[in-house]
């Protein structure tokens, strides 16, 4: 048990409803927690958001289907509304704020920006939420429409942060703070400081004591991408599609078995696979192509070895050896001898997946 009254056998339950897609159960057990006394913001923060971090845990390892999580991801989409309709709206007072709530260009994980917007409209905010993958356009279009006093942009993965970076440039431009969170943003926000955002918060309810604290939030960030490193990431976009041919041509070659394998996603094969396989393929690829392009973006290649991490775990898990992921990045580094900062963010890619490799061997 904790301070918030939510016990670890509470937490255990509430896995068990997401496990079994059980919207009745999941929603009696939080909305009773609320009615209960607990607040709503700890039912939020401390047993939904856990639950799925949880529930990305047992997809990555395999346990879970996507259809699994899916679905566990729905019954939690549910209970927030559920949550929040049942708490009590806080009594308004003084001028509104307003918070314009969006995900940045390219990510679809929308459930943190809608917890985020419901503990700040609980907390007395007036939100606006946009949902997944805001493109700059629509953005900056809402901005001028509603006149938000700041906008709070959620990311969650790395390898949309050179879109995020024109989603703050553009609030900012129009004169507006840009708040961000979400994994994506890196510890303690270290990338979103260097896209030039103005604040950072870890979770919603950092965020909304900080602007409480802080309030009226203001232009203070400054953007720390360099001209260099803009010019190898751009040049990356455009040889994607050649890379990306590349890339599944050298990894066939070294790891032919994966065509027989359904429960990974199928490298991109000129034959022998179907169109579903060949799209997730690409896709597979194509990330890892793109959290390259966004270390080289913001200067860091932890941006690059972390989604390696992330993908040499995921086949872990799946019995294959994570070799061809090596093989990757010295295909890339053959193709990309001209452009420094991309070479040297390969090196550090291919020296991580080696020590990786090195410890994995080393007995217990
Ligand atoms: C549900 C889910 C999905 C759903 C999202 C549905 C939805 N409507 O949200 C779907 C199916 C769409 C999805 C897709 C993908 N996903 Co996914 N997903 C998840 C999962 C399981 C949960 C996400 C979530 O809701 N987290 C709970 C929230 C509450 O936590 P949170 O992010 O920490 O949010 C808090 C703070 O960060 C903060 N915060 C968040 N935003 C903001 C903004 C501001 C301004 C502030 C101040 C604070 C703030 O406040 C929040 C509340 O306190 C995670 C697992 C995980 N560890 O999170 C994987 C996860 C994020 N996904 C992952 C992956 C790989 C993908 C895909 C690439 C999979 C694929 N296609 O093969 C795609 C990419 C889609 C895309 N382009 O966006 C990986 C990412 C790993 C990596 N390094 O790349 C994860 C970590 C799973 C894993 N363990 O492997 N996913």
């Not at 904790?2 to 509470?10: E, L, Q, R």
């Not at 958001?49 to 566990?72: C, D, I, K, L």
Request: hydrophobic share 40%.
């Amino acid at each position: 048990m904790n301070a918030t009254g939510i016990t670890d056998a509470v937490r255990a339950d509430f896995d068990v409803c997401l496990a079994d897609a059980d919207e009745g159960g999941a929603l009696e057990l939080a909305v009773g927690l609320v009615t209960s006394g607990v607040s709503a913001e700890d039912v939020l923060l401390g047993l939904v958001a856990p639950a799925q971090v949880r529930v990305g845990e047992r997809w990555e390892s395999g346990e879970w289907t996507v259809a699994q999580e899916h679905a566990a991801t729905h019954v939690s989409r549910l209970t927030v509304d559920a949550v929040a309709s049942a708490a009590r709206a806080p009594v308004g007072g003084g001028s509104p704020r307003h918070v314009l709530v969006a995900c940045g260009d390219g990510e679809w994980h929308v459930l943190p920006s809608h917890i985020l917007a419901e503990v700040l409209r609980l907390r007395g905010f007036q939100v606006r939420s946009l949902g997944g993958s805001v493109s700059p356009h629509e953005l900056l279009s809402d901005v001028h429409q509603n006149g938000p006093d700041v906008v709070a942009l959620s990311c969650t993965l790395t390898f949309n942060l050179p879109l995020a970076h024109r989603q703050i440039e553009t609030c900012r431009c129009a004169g507006v703070p840009v708040m961000t969170g979400g994994p994506g943003f890196g510890p303690e926000g270290i990338w979103a400081y260097a896209l030039g955002a103005d604040l950072y918060a870890a979770d919603a309810r950092d965020a909304a004591e900080a602007l409480l604290r802080h309030w009226p939030p203001v232009l203070r960030g400054e953007s720390s991408v360099q001209d260099g490193a803009v010019e190898e990431y751009a040049a990356l976009v455009r040889r994607r599609p050649d890379l990306l041919a590349h890339l599944a041509h050298v990894l066939r070659d070294v790891f032919p078995g994966l065509r027989e394998r359904p429960d990974i996603p199928n490298i991109p094969y000129s034959s022998g696979s179907s169109g579903r396989e060949h799209e997730e393929g690409t896709e597979f690829l194509g990330r890892l192509l793109d959290s390259l392009a966004a270390a080289v973006f913001v200067g860091d290649e932890r941006v690059f070895t972390g989604q390696l991490a992330f993908a040499a775990a995921y086949f872990s898990a799946r019995s294959v050896r994570p070799r061809c992921l090596l093989a990757m990045t010295d295909a890339l580094a053959d193709r990309l001898r001209g452009s420094p900062r991309t070479l040297g963010t390969l090196s550090a890619g291919r020296r991580y997946l080696v020590t990786r490799e090195a410890d994995s061997r080393r007995p217990e």
